[in-house]
């Protein structure tokens, strides 16, 4: 099944079964991003950490964004970005335009999920004394907050997700009865929102993160 068939069996659900969905794919790429972020800190590092501010295994910035994506940029495959390169005429005309179409949409996202980083990198120092991360050891950064390295590869990374993830976990999503959808999206929404709170407080009593292990 193609975007576009995608697409349209998804605007077919109804406006509860499409925020399910939505925040079921949230969900996911938040724990794909804590999986990400643990596994190249211990092969990098040697040792395992619990990445993120979540006790649970979500980093819930690689969910915000790419659903944040979908909702200004659709999918490299969808909405505008299809009109783009279906326009040549030519094979190689429309060749040329999908990769610059790609290269195009590689950038925006990669520009959201710097300034998500950024901004919140900012906030945990500038209120908690907090760093989440740090890029000092990198060329490139500012401030510590943000690097070009991991920007491109955020960018990198978001196309590849939209382009070949995003889709066919909609597909599936939508034939999933409501019944078990909603059940999961507010188990989701209660999970994060309360792991949340918990390590908000703690953070602000005190002054340091809470690490389970």
Same mark, same amino acid.
């Given at each position: 099944?193609?975007? $576009?068939?995608t697409d349209?069996?998804?605007?077919t ?7 399910c969905? @939505?925040t079921v ?14 596994t190249l800190?211990y092969?990098?590092?040697g040792?395992?950490?619990d990445r993120g501010?979540?006790?649970l295994p979500?980093c819930? $910035?690689?969910? @915000? ?8 940029l659709r999918?490299?495959? !969808?909405? $505008?970005?299809?009109?783009l ?5 030519t094979k190689?005309?429309?060749?040329a335009?999908f @990769?610059? !179409?790609?290269l195009l949409?590689?950038?925006l996202t990669a520009l ?7 901004l919140?990198g900012?906030f ?6 907090v760093? /989440? ?8 950064s500012?401030g510590g907050?943000?690097? /070009?390295?991991? !920007?491109l590869?955020w960018g990198?990374?978001?196309v590849t997700f ?5 889709h066919? /976990?909609m597909?599936?999503? !939508? ?6 959808? /909603?059940?999961a999206?507010l188990?989701?929404i209660?999970?994060m929102?309360?792991? #949340?709170?918990?390590n908000?407080?703690? @953070?602000y009593?005190?002054?340091?993160? #809470?690490m389970p292990?």
């Open positions: 099944m193609n975007a $576009l068939t349209t069996l998804y605007k659900q109804s406006g509860g079964k499409r925020a969905i @939505l794919i949230t969900a996911l790429c938040s724990f794909a991003g804590w999986i990400a972020e643990t800190f092969i990098w590092y040792e395992f950490v501010l979540l006790t979500l819930p $910035l690689y969910g @915000l964004s790419m659903l944040a994506a979908y909702g200004i999918t490299p495959q !969808s909405g $505008l970005w299809k009109k390169y279906s326009k040549p005429k190689g005309g429309k060749t335009a @990769l610059l !179409s790609v949409y590689a950038l959201f999920a710097t300034a998500a980083e950024f919140t900012v945990y120092y500038k209120k908690f004394g760093r /989440l991360w740090s890029y000092n050891s990198y060329d490139n500012f907050y943000i690097c /070009l390295q991991y !920007s590869l990198m990374l978001a939209m382009g070949l993830v995003w066919p /976990l597909q599936v999503l !939508s034939h999933v009865d409501i019944a078990v959808l /909603l059940p999206a188990t989701v209660a999970l929102s309360g792991d #949340f709170i918990f908000m407080f703690y @953070l009593i005190n002054g340091k993160r #809470f292990f």
